[in-house]
């Protein structure tokens, strides 16, 4: 990838799109750290600190989120302990106690619509693709970042499940004034949660710019990879 | 005091003060009593007459002896050609004080146990400087609450003097003293240790050893138990400590023998976190009646060899055996750990689970037998080893044997090994946690299956020790 230049501000929706293979998931990835996401050239900033030589933990801790296109199970790993200790990181000053953060946590995974008895189990171990999606969420909730980077979250989600995370992806932009990255192939998405900027990229590089009328374009026309 | 109570020091101090032996213990000024390095008959003799033993166990101590010397050492397992038998004490018993001060304690282990935030007095104690803990006074009113149920629970030294008969009917025969070197020594040689007999129907409903997490009885070098539990009784017992256990000394060799009688059951649960200069071999066996049910959970953290393959016989119809074990290998450490599971009847069943971590160059091994007799119709066996290793230095083997007679049985047999995937660690580093923390969850995780069948106080302490291990091997 080169010649990436986007800016996103808090409280501010960017969506990138572009067919497979244009980079962005690799984008996504190399803002949150992955060590497979080599970064030769370019620079990375977070609220004007440079972020490109950090790990993902620090990344993480200053407030960055990547929700996963493909989250990971560790099994064995209980949910709620593991949602805790997050909190514990992340909050320091209006911390609930436990009793306060589990009955929180079963709320919102109740708005979520997560099945009873899932936060019983291992993280997203023997989870449907949908499931782990709502688990990146519910993470996002408990971690409370600045930044959120969505990566094909709508992938292998149906309809209800997707306008259930769109909502709520919205009301943490409305409420925190969180900034957001979606990275998508499909306008799907953007139906519930509108973007302030579209950004095109192909081939790793940026095609065009714009607002949710250029969604529209790629809805009546596609991509024009033939071109 | 109760008599399930530990043997009073003071009494036991006055009677060797009297008695001037000669076999190189030290004078009671000093507040020890040692014998000298090495193991002949004399010293075999010495440590039956310490104990003021009857003819009957100084003749099994003294043919117990003579097998140790016959028998050859295991040319298979783990190594150890390093042990050497004349460098070491075979009968020490300590005063109020071994005379060990807290400087005398290694700092990486006094700082393991500042990080599980253990009291002073106990950490004192776990480091080998208080022979003792008080125990007695704490606990006394549970251990009247076992004898009202007509459980004897107490030190297998004051188990023989009292019910001599009862100790017989099972001691040796679950485990003979021929049955190899380690089991031969420990016959010869055996102090301390527990014997526990549960009466027909009782079922006790706390494990028994979590009072007495803190007993020198069970934490000798050589020690011997015999649990009991009778028909259709249930008894839970734990031992050990998941926090580091210094000790000079350099082999511990225990037996614990097991009879579950017709629809009894029992668990027995150890956590061994010896120091690593520890060579750890240990003989554990249960005897299983019609339709009775043993477990055994065992978790091996420490030590520098650990050889230890939990057996079960099952002998009457319907029999179950479950052998559950953890073993983590860190840096030169070699757990050889398994289990055993011999069907001699219809209709039983047995399940091993074992899982292993293996890093900093550590080494573990599932060693694991299982036999079905001709005769052992629809015995069913079910094997599932899962290793994990950490790091390409470390290391991890698989040495399952089935022994088949019978035509119709049923046996599976299932082996994993991975590594902690690249995707685990950054996914759970996103989320804000540092490497070693992410390595940690995804071990704990591993190994959640065993550590969630331990009492809660011992399961939340291996998971901060395995982190603690974690926060070691990185950098």
């Known amino acids: 990838m080169a010649d990436i230049g986007l800016e996103l501000n808090a409280g501010e929706v960017m969506a990138l799109m572009g067919p497979n293979g244009s980079g962005k998931s690799s984008l996504a990835y190399a803002l949150a750290g992955h060590p497979k996401y ?25 407030g960055l989120f990547l929700a996963n296109q493909a989250p990971v199970a560790i ?42 008895g899932l936060l019983e189990r291992g993280l997203n171990d023997g989870f449907s693709g949908g499931e782990r999606k709502k688990m990146e969420v519910l993470q996002m909730l408990v971690s409370k970042p600045k930044y959120i980077i969505l990566d094909e979250i709508d992938s292998g989600l149906d309809v209800d499940a997707l306008k259930i995370i769109a909502l709520r992806v919205k009301k943490m932009v409305k409420e925190d004034k969180v900034g957001v990255l979606i990275i998508t192939h499909y306008s799907r998405i953007l139906n519930y949660l509108k973007a302030d900027k579209v950004v095109i990229i192909e081939k790793g590089k940026v095609k065009e710019m714009g607002g949710m009328e250029l969604v529209k374009k790629i809805e009546d026309k596609g991509f024009e990879e033939k071109k | 005091m109760s008599r399930f109570a530990p043997i009073k020091e003071e009494s036991k101090k006055e009677k060797w003060e009297k008695s001037p032996y000669e076999y190189g213990f030290s004078s009671p000024e000093k507040h020890m009593f040692k014998a000298k390095r090495g193991l002949n008959e004399e010293i075999v003799r010495m440590i039956s007459t310490m104990k003021s033993e009857e003819e009957k166990m100084r003749n099994f101590r003294l043919e117990s002896y003579k097998i140790f010397l016959e028998k050859k050492m295991p040319t298979w397992g783990a190594d150890l050609s ?46 080998g400087v208080k022979a003792q803990y ?4 704490i606990y006394g009113s549970l251990l009247k609450k076992l004898r009202d149920k007509g459980i004897i629970f107490c030190g297998m030294d004051e188990a023989l003097v009292k019910y001599p008969d009862l100790v017989w009917s099972h001691f040796g ?24 007999y549960v009466p027909k129907g009782v079922k006790v409903d706390l494990p028994l050893q979590a009072y007495f997490r803190i007993n020198t009885q069970n934490m000798g ?36 023998e097991i009879w579950v009688a017709k629809n009894a059951r029992c668990r027995y649960t150890t956590i061994q976190n010896w120091s690593t200069n520890v060579y750890n071999l240990v003989t ?9 049910i043993m477990e055994w959970v065992d978790g091996n953290l420490g030590s520098k060899i650990t050889m230890k393959y939990p057996s079960v016989i099952l002998a009457g119809k319907g029999a179950h055996g479950e052998i559950l074990s953890v073993a983590v290998a860190g840096k030169g450490q070699h757990q050889d750990a398994g289990g055993k599971c011999i069907h001699l009847a219809e209709n039983t069943t047995s399940r091993i689970i074992s899982k292993s971590i293996s890093l900093n160059g550590g080494r573990s091994s599932y060693r694991g037998m299982i036999q079905m007799n001709k005769g052992a119709k629809n015995a069913r066996s079910k094997v599932v080893c899962d290793a994990l290793i950490l790091d390409n230095e470390s290391r991890s083997d698989t040495y399952p044997v089935n022994k088949i007679m019978e ?12 590594k902690i995937g690249e995707e685990q660690l950054f996914y759970l580093m996103s989320r804000g946690f540092e490497e070693h923390e992410a390595e940690a969850m995804v071990v704990n995780g591993f190994i959640e299956p065993i550590v969630k069948e331990l009492p809660m106080e011992y399961s939340v302490e291996l998971n901060r020790l395995i982190s603690l291990q974690m926060e070691g091997s990185v950098g």
């Open chain 2, 407 to 418: 035509s119709e049985v049923t046996l599976e047999h299932e082996a994993t090994v991975s």
């Open chain 2, 284 to 292: 554990k066996r249960a005897w299983v009646e019609e339709k009775g």
């Open chain 1, 75 to 116: 099994p064995g790993l209980g949910i709620k302990s593991f949602l805790w200790q997050i909190y514990k990181k992340f909050e320091n000053e209006k911390r609930m106690d436990l009793v306060k953060f589990r009955n929180w946590l079963d709320d919102e995974a109740e708005k979520l619509q997560l099945k009873n």
């Open chain 2, 134 to 137: 008080e125990s007695e006074v």
């Open chain 2, 221 to 256: 070098q050589f020690e011997r138990t015999l649990i009991i539990v009778d028909e259709g009784a249930f008894v839970h017992y734990v031992e050990g400590c998941t926090a580091p256990i210094y000790t000079t000394d350099s082999l511990h060799s225990a037996v614990v």
């Open chain 2, 82 to 127: 390093t042990i050497d038998f004349n460098n070491i004490f075979y009968y020490v018993k300590a005063t109020k004080s071994e005379g060990k001060k807290w400087g005398d304690v290694p700092k990486e282990i006094k700082d393991t146990y500042d990080k599980l935030g253990i009291p002073q007095a106990e950490k004192e104690y776990l480091g």
């Open chain 2, 173 to 196: 025969k679950i485990v003979p003293k021929g049955d190899n070197k380690f089991a031969a020594l420990n016959s010869a040689v055996w102090s301390g240790g527990s014997f526990i």
């Open chain 1, 38 to 62: 080599a970064v030769d050239k370019g620079k990375m900033f977070f609220d004007k600190k440079e972020i490109t030589e950090l790990t993902p933990n620090e990344r993480a801790m200053m």
